[in-house]
């Protein structure tokens, strides 16, 4: 296992997966790379895009914001909008870095969680589901829990949704799954992220509008140690926020 700098000073490099697109950023900068993705993306292919681009960059740690099931700091399950081959691949390794892999809507939700009881759901490929407790990451699992007709949540407020039902349907769906959420889980607010956040031409009550960088920013968080130790051993699960 590569050796994890003592240096609190580090440079991050963040990696944010989504069914579309794959954002890299470093930690300290402000702008991003977007590399697209798709439903045939491999690790592997992956990686030998990001290395391209981040070729000649000093970076000191590596974290991963991936859109699935993730146990124990590692992939348990393939992703539904991306290639094959994710569980078990070594990308520390292959990054030559120390390297932290969360869920991505886990990895959005600290990047603006301001404390309290925070819901996140990012609106993406597919649905992202976060929820943070005081400071801790629970582990979620909405995407694909039955909705309706026979369908799951994603395929009503994802990508999917979207375009089988038209924008003015689907943000009425979206109010809906919120509300319905925010009852079950009672969260002090919901914070919506993901790309298709910026559709909505209004937001659900009781609920904050998620920023580009959230992903960014919980990718630098998740090399805190007290964020660490919330994350063990289990970090908040699969979703497909992008």
């Not at 977007?34 to 292919?45: C, E, F």
């Not at 399950?77 to 292959?94: A, C, H, M, Q, T």
């Not at 892999?101 to 589901?129: P, V």
């Amino acid at each position: 296992m590569a050796r994890r700098p003592s240096t609190l000073k580090r440079r991050i490099l963040i990696l944010d997966v989504g069914g579309s697109h794959v954002k890299v950023a470093f930690s300290g900068q402000h702008t991003e790379i977007k590399l697209l993705s798709g439903p045939k993306m491999t690790p592997g292919q992956m990686m030998r895009r990001v290395l391209r681009a981040v070729k000649g960059q000093r970076y000191d740690v590596v974290s991963i914001g991936y859109p699935g099931l993730v146990t124990h700091g590692r992939i348990a399950r393939e992703p539904v909008n991306l290639g094959p081959g994710w569980i078990g691949f070594d990308f520390e390794r292959k990054f030559r870095r120390p390297t932290r892999i969360a869920n991505d809507a886990a990895m959005q939700a600290l990047g603006c969680y301001r404390g309290g009881r925070m819901l996140f759901l990012g609106l993406g490929t597919g649905l992202g589901s976060a929820m943070i407790i005081d400071g801790k990451v629970a582990p979620m699992e909405l995407a694909h829990l039955p909705y309706k007709k026979e369908r799951e949540y994603e395929e009503y407020v994802g990508e999917a949704g979207l375009e089988r039902m038209g924008r003015k349907k689907w943000q009425k769906e979206v109010f809906t799954v919120v509300e319905t959420l925010s009852r079950a889980l009672e969260p002090d607010y919901v914070t919506i992220g993901g790309g298709n956040v910026r559709k909505l031409k209004r937001l659900p009550p009781h609920c904050e509008r998620g920023d580009n960088r959230d992903a960014i920013t919980g990718g630098v968080r998740l090399w805190d140690d007290a964020i660490e130790s919330s994350l063990d051993p289990r970090i908040a699960r699969r979703s497909g926020a992008n």
